[in-house]
């Protein structure tokens, strides 16, 4: 089995920082891509970020320039550095990995999700 553990989230003043991480452990055979998506309430569940095996990225519009996902991928781990934090960037965080069980199967694994809430 697989399972992601996530970590990180909390409460910040806007302009504040967080950092998330997510660690996959289990029967891994290899780590395709990794990203992150987040809920708000009332809300479709949006993409924030996605980092490939090799390392390139994409981020959606509203937290590019603030936002850096990264990988350890001796750690199994997806982080999100969280920079100049905004209200509207509450949301429930979620990691997503998709994670290679055996060598010809793949599957899209979520982490419980993290709140991350930004209020003065």
């Known amino acids: 089995q697989v399972q992601l553990v996530e970590s990180g989230g909390g409460l910040v003043q806007p302009g504040g920082s967080l950092r998330l991480s997510c660690a996959a452990s289990?029967?891994?055979?290899?780590?395709?891509?990794m990203g992150w998506y987040r809920q708000a309430p009332g809300k479709q569940r949006e993409l924030v970020a996605t980092?490939?095996?090799?390392?390139?990225?994409n981020y959606a519009d509203s937290v590019k320039g603030r936002f850096t996902i990264s990988r350890d991928n001796a750690k199994n781990t997806v982080y999100l550095q969280m920079n100049s934090l905004k209200p509207e960037d509450t949301a429930v965080y979620y990691c997503?990995?998709?994670?290679?069980?055996?060598?010809?199967?793949?599957?899209?694994?979520w982490g419980q999700g993290t709140q991350v809430t930004v209020s003065s």
């Open positions: 997503n990995c998709r994670i290679a069980t055996t060598s010809i199967y793949t599957y899209n694994y």
């Open positions: 289990g029967s891994i055979f290899s780590i395709r891509n």
């Open positions: 980092i490939t095996s090799g390392g390139n990225t």
